[in-house]
């Protein structure tokens, strides 16, 4: 009505899939229902590129070095004005150091793992809707499990 123009701030977050040897990082936060495990996600800081941003947070939280970081997508993120950016990413090595201030556990699952523990409903992942189960299942639904 007073012809002013706003554009929002925007909080950027990043989520990312970690792979190594085939196997997928999955991740629990003692905030999760039981059971469930996801990929990492973090907020960039002030000056931080997306994928400094992702190999940042998987160094803090898990203790891992990336050798690729690759663009995957973006949603909204329920937290107001955010936005989230997901990514794939491999690391270079697989002896996961978590950080418990952020994370309960972090552990390599192959996908035969995750369809044995989601048929035995010992493992939940994250809403279909999310961008965070959009990465988990791309990498379940590879062709073939590396050896």
Not at 51 to 71: F, I, K, M, Q
Not at 91 to 106: F, K, N, P, Q, Y
Not at 131 to 141: E, G, K, S
Request: negative net charge; proline residues 6%.
């Amino acid at each position: 009505r007073c012809g002013q123009i706003h554009f929002p701030r925007l909080a950027p977050a990043v989520i990312v899939r970690v792979v190594n040897d085939g196997r997928c990082l999955l991740a629990r936060q003692p905030s999760f229902a039981p059971r469930l495990r996801s990929v990492l996600a973090g907020f960039a800081e002030p000056g931080e590129s997306l994928e400094a941003a992702v190999a940042r947070e998987v160094e803090e939280e898990v203790g891992l070095h990336l050798v690729s970081v690759s663009y995957a997508g973006s949603q909204p993120w329920p937290f107001p004005s955010s936005l989230m950016v997901g990514f794939t990413a491999e690391a270079d090595g697989d002896a996961i150091r978590v950080d418990a201030r952020e994370l309960e556990t972090a552990e390599w699952f192959t996908r035969a793992r995750v369809r044995r523990q989601l048929r035995d409903e010992s493992l939940v992942l994250p809403s279909l809707k999310s961008i965070a189960r959009q990465l988990i299942d791309d990498w379940l639904l590879a062709e073939r499990e590396r050896c």
